[in-house]
């Protein structure tokens, strides 16, 4: 299984929602990050997280909470988002190659904030 | 804080023509990896390079790491290879996992 699965592909919510994405990978990765990319944008690094500790965040407002519980899975937790967070969001797990962190992506969900 | 700038920024070509891509950056890299991205679609990895040069198809990566530049080559180039293609960095760490920095990406359309 080399696949990162992310869930829901397609979001839609209210600003005074809490959902969350779901992001899982079953390839042994004991990285895995949270990318944010906007329309005709790369994508920008949000969080990483290298065996179950938080040890990357890129200064994100507090309305989005990471969390992993395991091994195997991520989570963003959403709350009182703005419409400017509509974006697509793409979850990404590594692992070290030759002193190299390959990524794999995962297809992203695509957030849409009403 | 490493830049990673990629040319050109959009890039139209008839099918089975040449075609490649540069990226370049500012400062020392472990890793440079090319992605592919289809317009409203994910990410694909296409590459990861550390050094030299890499083959999978009709797609071909260099990178000098002197230079601080990297190259993607298409051959025999196919509308279905109109996408955006992504450069993006790892920098050097303290050996943890970092994320990518990445280039603005070039848009680049095959026309049959």
């Known amino acids: 299984d080399t696949e990162v699965t992310q869930t829901p592909k397609h979001l839609v919510m209210g600003m005074t929602n809490k959902k969350s994405l779901k992001c899982e990978q079953h390839?042994?990765?004991?990285?895995m990050y949270w990318y944010k990319q906007k329309a005709k944008k790369p994508p920008e690094l949000m969080f990483v997280?290298?065996?179950?500790?938080?040890?990357i965040n890129e200064s994100v407002p507090s309305r989005f909470s990471p969390e992993c519980p395991n091994s195997s899975l991520l989570n963003l937790h959403l709350h009182a988002l703005q419409p400017e967070d509509s974006a697509l969001y793409l979850c990404?797990?590594?692992?070290?190659?030759?002193?190299?962190?390959?990524?794999?992506f995962g297809p992203g969900t695509r957030l849409t904030v009403t | 804080k490493n830049e990673v700038e990629q040319s050109p920024q959009n890039l139209t070509a008839q099918e089975g023509e040449f075609i490649t891509i540069n990226c370049s950056y500012s400062?020392?890299?472990?890793?440079l990896h090319w992605l592919q991205q289809h317009p409203g679609g994910g990410i694909v990895s296409l590459f990861m390079?550390?050094?030299g040069k890499k083959k999978h198809g009709r797609l071909i990566a260099t990178i000098n790491i002197q230079e601080k530049h990297s190259s993607l080559h298409i051959t025999a180039s196919h509308p279905r290879d109109s996408a955006v293609y992504i450069c993006?960095?790892?920098?050097?760490?303290?050996?943890?996992?970092?994320?990518?920095?990445f280039g603005k990406g070039t848009h680049l359309i095959i026309q049959p």
């Open positions: 990404a797990s590594s692992h070290r190659q030759g002193g190299i962190y390959e990524q794999y």
């Open positions: 390839m042994g990765h004991r990285a």
């Open positions: 997280y290298s065996y179950e500790k938080l040890s």
């Open positions: 400062v020392g890299i472990s890793a």
């Open positions: 390079l550390s050094s």
């Open positions: 993006a960095a790892t920098m050097y760490s303290g050996g943890g996992a970092d994320g990518l920095t």
